[in-house]
């Protein structure tokens, strides 16, 4: 009994590196498509002037978290005049975009509060500052990933052994 | 009324449904919200107008997309759903112009009036191949007066092309208009008058070309040239009177081209307006 709460306690700390992992590689997901989907929205903000309803329908065809927040949006858009497309960007954000950090979040969370609301130069240097900061992050989280998958991994499996020890 | 469309949620129940004769409907920051009605203002709801509220409408007027309308702000208006929306605010300093943001809002009610101005029909159509002048101060009809001597106009044999600029007078939202111009008319929204008077000229031969407020010195040029080509003129501005007109430099220019040979003068508000035709000379 107590081996088997033991190797329970065991597995439980390797599945908690594991979930971490996944956590850290749906996030990577995420800002990959959500950059790419901005990157598609400046242009065709800057190449053809469209409307942000138009836009939010053309990219709800891209694929994860980013088509699913831009899709959620697009239905939201018959709200439009009952609450401000800033409240309706936020709302689509919660359910969708939640693998993001706190700072990544804040960040487009602003752009929400920018688009449609400002002229165009305006909107599009707030586009290109998020862009970039969700980009840096990225990069970042993928150069990091093996070492902290590495280091969390060791990290679970050590506190595992330890618990181990301890109750055998 | 589609403006209330417009309005966030407590302000359009706030209307009552089917109210007659709303000419516009003002909201600005920090006041009550009011509608315009024979010449008169009176609140329709006690709570006052916040900034979100007018951002709200404006959202909701451009779809969320105030960068695509941006040209029209400059201008100081905006047109949604056949409506034109006048704004006033704080204005972006320099060059860029556009606005910062929002403390006014004025919707206006475009109206179809049948039957108006019959009197006036007779001279107006003799005068076709000429120009023909409505005047009077702002708000005092010419818009809706011009739209119903286009329509009888045109459905008594006239081909009118119609410019307009602003959707006021169509009021079209989509490819049709929304308000009956009459059955030999062509309208081109969207466009500057000066551009789009060029465009009918060049592509529908029209016999008479309509348009709303004579504003800017590239809507003189158009209208010497269309006058130079043999197309008549049926054009709105600013000015209670002839004399009055020749008080703005533009005007006088205008009027000493000598192409507008007649002006319709609008005088009182609402229900009791009154038309007088006046023949101008140079």
Redesign the interface.
């Known amino acids: 009994m107590r081996t088997a709460a033991a190797l329970l306690v065991l597995l439980g700390s390797l599945l908690g590196g594991a979930v971490w992992q996944r956590g850290q590689r749906r996030r990577i997901v995420c800002l990959s498509g959500l950059s790419r989907a901005l990157s598609r929205l400046e242009a065709e903000l800057t190449g053809k002037n469209a409307s942000l309803p138009a836009l939010a329908a053309l990219l709800a065809g891209e694929e994860g978290a980013a088509g699913a927040f831009f899709s959620a949006l697009s239905e939201m858009i018959p709200e439009l005049g009952e609450r401000s497309f800033r409240q309706l960007w936020c709302e689509a954000m919660e359910g969708e975009l939640c693998a993001l950090n706190d700072s990544e979040i804040c960040a487009v969370r602003e752009l929400g509060a920018v688009l449609g609301r400002y002229p165009l130069d305006m909107q599009l240097a707030s586009l290109s500052r998020c862009r970039k900061l969700l980009d840096d992050h990225l990069e970042q989280a993928r150069r990091k990933l093996p070492d902290d998958a590495r280091l969390v991994w060791g990290l679970s499996a050590a506190c595992g052994l330890f618990l181990l020890i301890i109750l055998l | 009324m589609r403006a209330a ?5 407590d302000y359009r129940q706030a209307l009552c449904p089917g109210e007659l004769g709303v000419e516009e409907i003002r909201l600005r920051c920090g006041r009550a919200p009011t509608l315009l009605c024979d010449g008169r203002e009176r609140p329709f709801s006690e709570r006052l107008c916040r900034q ?1 509220d007018l ?3 404006l ?2 007027a ?7 309308v ?1 040209d029209e702000l400059r201008g100081g208006y905006l047109s949604a759903k056949g409506l034109r929306i006048g704004v006033c605010g704080r204005m ?1 300093p320099g060059e ?1 112009r ?1 606005f910062q943001s929002f403390s006014s809002l004025a919707l206006r009610i475009p109206r179809e009036c049948r039957g108006i101005g019959k009197e006036l029909l007779p001279a107006v159509r003799e005068n076709a191949a000429g120009g023909t002048l409505i005047l009077s101060a702002p708000g005092g009809g010419k818009t809706t007066l011009l739209r119903e001597m286009i329509r009888r106009l045109s459905d008594g044999g006239v081909r009118i092309g119609v410019v307009d600029e602003r959707f006021e007078l169509s009021a079209a939202g989509d490819a049709s208009p929304g308000f009956d111009l009459g059955c030999r008319s062509d309208v081109l929204t969207g466009v500057s008058k000066a551009e789009g008077a060029m465009l009918l000229l060049r592509s529908l031969n029209p016999q008479l070309v309509a348009m709303d407020e004579i504003t800017r010195r590239e809507d003189l040029e158009a209208v010497i040239e269309l006058a130079g080509c043999g197309v008549g003129i049926l054009a709105t501005a600013h000015a209670a009177d002839p004399d009055r007109m020749r008080l703005r430099p533009l005007y006088r220019e205008l009027l000493d081209t000598g192409i507008f040979q007649l002006a319709v003068c609008i005088e009182g508000q609402g229900s009791a307006r009154r038309y007088r035709l006046r023949e101008l000379c140079t």
């Not at chain 2, 469309?5 to 949620?9: D, M, N, S």
């Not at chain 2, 451009?62 to 695509?68: F, I």
């Open positions: 469309a417009l309005l966030p949620g979100e951002l709200l409408v959202e909701k451009s779809g969320a997309s105030l960068h695509t941006e972006l860029r556009g």
